[in-house]
């Protein structure tokens, strides 16, 4: 019974722990650290807590330096989800033990590399016991349902936003699913560039995405939603054992009179239902535009939080509670002063440095 390095040879039961528990999600498993040390360069700190040769818990991070936000052991980066993974079903006792072992683990790990923090994005296997081991910050809400026939999810529905729908339909919007990594580079991706900028959020380059489909192949699923024959919307969602979670919607401005992101979200959750989908998550609420859109397919709306074993508490930063202009400053850059092209490329420099 103990924390044990990973290795490419608990690959197929680490994925397989991931993929049978509820609140695993696409960051988890083992092909996104991959696509992590590919792209962006990090160095891994993944464990698995192993006992009689069973997985019983699981952590997947990385060692990432920030000139704003410290030395952390961040978990996961670039996502919204992250942390250790507990097996569903451990008595307290079991579950004490192995926190134990990990807060020793970790502690140790962040002094041998002079870290101070490891973070972890909203571990919501976690329960109440967390406190006498962690620090909890929290943030805004997340937003899951689960799902139902679309007869039922059409009639839940209030009457404008189905009338919103029928007239999507009546333009003649199509929405699709596309099953080939060309689909990112010629639909999703320029698509997702400009809504980038105008949000004024600094983009992942395309290499990103297009190691997520060859890393976690079969798993991510990509659609799009064109009116005559020109893509104006594209979604991106993650399947992982019985939950759907989406995590890029992205939209042409010129279109919006067509409201393709409402068409977009209703066909995704027709199809997620069709496919034997069990929960849609579509991932957090950090502000009021969008609580309104994603209340509106009926979503519970929970607690999100980043939590922390630190070596110095009173030193915690990340990018949503203070303590760092940067997050404050990007938008109006990238929004307003950032060439497209440019933005291409100095996005990835940026997206490292903050680990979003």
Request: aromatic residues 14%.
């Amino acid at each position: 019974m103990s924390w044990t390095l990973f290795d490419d040879s608990l690959k197929n039961s680490w994925d397989a722990f991931i993929e049978a528990h509820p609140d695993g999600r696409m960051v988890h498993l083992s092909g996104f650290k991959r696509v992590i040390e590919e792209v962006y360069g990090f160095k891994p700190f993944y464990r698995a807590y192993i006992e009689g040769g069973v997985v019983k818990a699981v952590f997947p991070g990385f060692f990432h330096k920030s000139r704003v936000y410290g030395r952390k052991i961040l978990s996961q980066p670039f996502s919204e989800y992250g942390g250790i993974l507990l097996a569903v079903g451990l008595a307290p006792a079991d579950r004490g033990l192995i926190l134990d072992g990990f807060c020793r683990m970790a502690d140790h790990a962040l002094r041998l590399a002079r870290f101070r923090h490891l973070e972890m994005r909203n571990p919501v296997s976690l329960g109440g016991e967390s406190a006498d081991y962690f620090v909890r910050l929290p943030l805004f809400k997340y937003a899951v349902r689960r799902l139902d026939a679309p007869e039922a999810m059409w009639k839940s529905l209030d009457s404008k936003d189905r009338n919103i729908i029928q007239k999507a339909r009546d333009y003649g919007l199509v929405f699709a699913e596309e099953g080939t990594e060309q689909s990112l580079r010629t639909i999703f991706y320029p698509l997702y560039l400009e809504t980038m900028r105008r949000l004024g959020t600094p983009p992942h380059p395309l290499g990103y995405f297009r190691r997520l489909f060859v890393h976690l192949e079969g798993r991510m699923k990509v659609f799009s939603v064109s009116f005559r024959r020109v893509p104006v919307a594209a979604l991106v969602a993650w399947a992982v054992g019985k939950t759907i979670h989406v995590t890029d919607m992205c939209s042409d401005a010129a279109a919006f009179v067509l409201k393709p992101n409402d068409f977009a979200v209703w066909e995704f959750l027709c199809w997620a239902d069709e496919r034997g989908f069990e929960i849609f998550d579509f991932g957090p609420v950090r502000y009021r535009g969008q609580e309104v859109f994603k209340k509106k397919w009926k979503m519970d709306l929970r607690p999100y939080s980043y939590v922390y074993r630190s070596l110095a508490p009173d030193a915690i930063k990340n990018p949503f509670s203070g303590g760092g202009g940067i997050m404050a400053l990007a938008p109006r850059i990238w929004s307003g002063v950032m060439p497209l092209a440019l933005g291409r490329l100095v996005g990835k420099f940026f997206r490292r440095e903050v680990g979003l």
